[in-house]
């Protein structure tokens, strides 16, 4: 069995109400031991899983620099994203608003949507560089996603790795993703703008 589909597995009894009948079974396993085991067990494989796929480069890999901002917790949001070839040159580069959204929530966008250019370019093998401790440390298996809106992102992701011979993702200081942050903030600047020239616009219509 896939290790990713095996931590599902693990996380999902973490969350069904048969733990009660499970510990009735085990005496001295609380079902909030139980569930705490369970949660544990997924977080290793997860790792297990992680560790496995970044063993075993393919010929074609991407590096990807994303990352993801917004003015306000939540407020308006723009993603940006750098793809560079195996030469180390940039082969594109994206940035896109996204609505009122958090700062964490955008990361993931911005995740999500560079995987699936990878995808599209046909790489089968991607290195991933984010500013966001967060989304690393989540993606990786060393945070838990409590957040309900953050697992469904976490889930989308998961999905899309299993599409990939190789993946790696690492933290990095902002100081060395300075494109794809201003291709962020550069996403809801423009929109900002526009904003801002409407009412004025409209501003004028009432004055005259």
């Not at 569930?35 to 074609?60: F, G, I, W, Y």
């Not at 040159?89 to 990361?107: C, D, P, W």
């Not at 990878?118 to 838990?144: C, H, M, P, T, W």
């Amino acid at each position: 069995m896939d290790p990713r589909r095996l931590a599902d597995i693990l996380e999902a009894m973490a969350r069904t109400k048969a733990l009660t009948v499970v510990s009735g079974e085990l005496p001295g396993l609380s079902p909030a031991t139980l569930r705490m085991a369970l949660e544990e067990a997924s977080h290793l494989v997860q790792q297990m899983a992680t560790s496995r796929r970044s063993r075993h480069p393919a010929t074609r890999s991407l590096i990807l620099h994303i990352d993801g901002a917004a003015r306000g917790n939540p407020g308006p949001a723009g993603i940006g994203v750098v793809l560079w070839d195996e030469a180390g040159s940039i082969r594109e580069e994206h940035l896109a608003y996204i609505g009122k959204a958090t700062n964490n929530v955008a990361e993931y966008e911005a995740l999500l949507f560079g995987l699936r250019k990878a995808k599209e370019l046909g790489y089968a093998a991607v290195n991933v560089f984010s500013d966001s401790e967060l989304l690393v440390r989540q993606i990786r298996g060393e945070y838990r996603v409590k957040n309900p809106r953050l697992r469904q992102f976490y889930d989308q992701v998961q999905n899309l790795l299993r599409s990939f011979d190789a993946f790696e993702i690492d933290h990095v200081r902002r100081g060395m993703n300075t494109r794809a942050d201003l291709l962020a903030n550069r996403a809801i600047e423009a929109v900002l703008s526009e904003r801002q020239k409407g009412n004025a616009t409209a501003q004028g219509k009432e004055e005259g």
